[in-house]
């Protein structure tokens, strides 16, 4: 369970097809649970992104005369206390909750890939007391960490973008170091420090390309968990401003109150998160068997 | 062994010393807010209108926030003293004497009240890991024995849900559900245990089963994973050719080997644990170390907050120091290599 052991490379296949297009084939071939779960998370995202078109109503928009009306033709999923289309809620909250996931974890990658990159190549003195550090913030239960910063700096998307990114990106940062330790173990490594490469050659041509799928992995893997901390987050009143349609918020605050005369208020968004953050784990799984199946490691 | 045993003590020190700094910077950002907390409050509560004007630096040397930051660190290691303004004399009082410090509302000692509120959220937390284990090392281990059966999916598909579905929106469905369908809701009002066993384990059984399942997901995935792995071991073809049945192959020798790892697991999933206990907390008002927690966030009693995340660090480490520790024991080719 040593996180030292490094990661063995990927094997690095003939260029005949672009390793793009490989990829694809082999998921869509291999996979067929993954792909459909990318095919889940592409629409989810096209609706996140087309969401002001695709809303029936403005979000904001009251229907006084409509209170928590149950889903009927006019309004799918029902309205609100407040006389809220839920549906245009919903998927302007899907596109909260999506594109803050996808953007934090896009930032916790490269805060990873820097620091246990970083850590891993220059190793030594660096490399310990880095790991220190780690070490100190990993035993630091996440939620508590996260509601302690929050509730300093306050609701708000750059925030949480902010903090959850780096304190993810921290956590997540042994996994890139396991992965250049095992590059640096390598022959090709080995030989461009013989003929003396400087470091900022050898890292560009010999460790950023490889680590490359060890970086795709880490992000596909993450990115459930992401989605889920910040619905939590939003949940108990640290994340998103009150009032905010994401996910974690319409389970929480004023909504709260009347969901024993509209039960939809609370299935729908729960529902909503969970077969995404399903769809994103099967398909982060897929990707990894597919990058790079020694890292199953945990799960299986 | 005993190199690998002092070399993992060692360690400790520089993350300990590391975890230290982070606890107590966090909170220390914007040091002005608890002050104009208080003074709001004060006037609310004491005034009524808010006609006297109170003496903030008076107010911020009472709660030593007067001197720079690293003093008020060394006040709170106890390697420098403190005054105490009501005696008017100083002395050591921080972490290395065992003390958590000093709520800013009300003078109670914060790990006083952690220790008054610790039986809560460890029923709380040792439940869920029984029911956690109690449900994934059965599924996990049929689920590799049978691979690839329908039971086998069925397992791993409700695991992988498991892992999705927020737990905070479980809880909801749970109070919601069952009230409009059949009047019913979960106890609220909380019992100590001491008082009444049963009324207590009714209020806790939920939440602890919401914690639960949430973590056996990952457990029985391991669980399955090292199962499988020793199933394809020489040994247990070896078993097999001995014309051992098939319980004693997968009793006596695959499952020995196979939950090694898992014990690991358990060190590691204590700060998801922990971060589920104070949602639970929350949802079913249950007045354990992750409500006070919260609590404090909305005061901005920054010594609540930093020893509550102080403490529940120290245990999470302590864990995965134990795990780690007992791991050569379980494991005889960790300890002969």
């Not at chain 1, 005369?65 to 809220?84: E, N």
């Not at chain 1, 930032?107 to 850590?119: M, Q």
């Not at chain 1, 997540?172 to 461009?192: C, H, P, Q, T, W």
């Not at chain 2, 098939?246 to 690991?264: D, F, G």
């Amino acid at each position: 369970m040593s996180d030292a052991t490094g990661i063995p490379l990927p094997v690095i296949e003939p260029k005949r097809r672009s390793r793009l297009a490989n990829l694809f084939i082999r998921l869509v071939k291999e996979k067929p649970l993954g792909t459909a779960s990318g095919i889940i998370i592409l629409i989810w995202t096209l609706v996140a992104i087309f969401a002001d078109v695709l809303t029936p109503y403005p979000p904001d928009e009251m229907h006084l005369a409509d209170r928590l009306t149950g889903p009927s033709a006019q309004y799918l999923l029902g309205t609100d206390h407040i006389g809220r289309d839920f549906l245009s809620r919903l998927i302007l909250g899907g596109r909260l909750s999506i594109l803050i996931g996808l953007s934090t974890t896009a930032l916790s990658t490269v805060i990873s890939t820097l620091i246990g990159g970083a850590s891993g190549f220059f190793g030594g003195k660096f490399d310990i007391i880095v790991q220190r550090v780690v070490d100190a913030w990993i035993v630091l239960p996440g939620l508590l960490i996260l509601i302690t910063i929050m509730s300093i700096v306050g609701p708000g998307i750059p925030q949480i973008i902010l903090i959850l990114g780096i304190s993810g990106g921290i956590g997540g940062s042994r996994v890139a170091r396991g992965a250049v330790i095992g590059i640096k173990e390598n022959d090709y490594f080995l030989a461009a420090r013989a003929i003396g490469s400087p470091s900022a050659a050898t890292l560009m041509r010999h460790v950023l390309p490889n680590i490359m799928p060890v970086v795709i992995i880490i992000f596909s893997i993450t990115v459930g968990g992401v989605i889920l901390s910040l619905a939590s987050l939003s949940f108990l009143g640290f994340g998103l401003p009150p009032g905010s349609p994401d996910w974690g918020s319409l389970l929480s605050g004023e909504g709260r109150l009347y969901m024993e005369q509209a039960p939809w208020l609370a299935l729908w968004p729960g529902l909503a998160l969970t077969i995404t953050v399903y769809c994103l784990n099967m398909f982060g799984d897929a990707m990894r068997d597919l990058l790079d199946p020694r890292l199953r490691g945990s799960e299986g | 062994m005993r190199a690998y045993i002092i070399r993992r003590l060692l360690l400790i020190i520089p993350t300990l010393l590391i975890l230290t700094i982070i606890v107590f910077l966090l909170v220390r950002f914007i040091p002005g807010d608890a002050i104009d907390m208080m003074v709001a409050m004060m006037v609310a509560d004491h005034l009524g209108g808010g006609a006297w004007e109170i003496d903030r630096e008076a107010l911020e040397r009472m709660l030593g926030l007067d001197v720079p930051v690293y003093v008020q660190y060394g006040r709170w290691m106890g390697v420098l003293p403190t005054l105490d303004w009501v005696t008017g004399e100083s002395h050591f009082k921080g972490l290395l004497q065992g003390s958590l410090g000093t709520s800013l509302f009300g003078r109670w000692a914060v790990e006083e009240r952690i220790i008054s509120r610790l039986p809560v959220s460890l029923e709380l937390g040792v439940l869920a890991i029984v029911i956690g284990l109690l449900i994934a090392l059965p599924v996990g281990i049929y689920s590799a024995i049978r691979q690839d059966t329908a039971a086998d999916y069925i397992g791993r598909t409700a695991a992988v849900m498991g892992m999705a579905t927020p737990n905070f929106w479980l809880a909801l469905m749970v109070m919601l559900y069952p009230a409009i369908w059949w009047g019913w809701s979960p106890p609220m009002e909380w019992v100590p245990f001491t008082e009444d066993p049963l009324g207590n384990l009714g209020i806790l059984i939920i939440p602890s089963l919401i914690l639960g399942t949430a973590m056996a997901a990952a457990t029985m995935r391991l669980t399955r994973t090292m199962m499988l792995e020793a199933l394809r071991q020489d040994y247990i073809r070896t078993a097999w050719s001995k014309g051992l049945n098939e319980r004693v192959v997968v009793v006596r020798h695959a499952i020995k080997n196979a939950l090694i790892p898992v014990v690991t697991l358990i060190g590691m999933q204590m700060p998801l644990l922990i971060g589920g206990s104070v949602i639970m907390e929350h949802i079913f008002t249950l007045p354990g170390i992750g409500s006070l927690l919260l609590n404090a966030l909305k005061l901005r009693d920054y010594p609540v907050v930093s020893g509550v995340n102080m403490f529940y660090a120290s245990l999470v480490m302590v864990i995965i120091l134990l795990t780690d520790l007992i791991y050569p024991y379980l494991d005889p080719r960790v300890r002969y290599s």
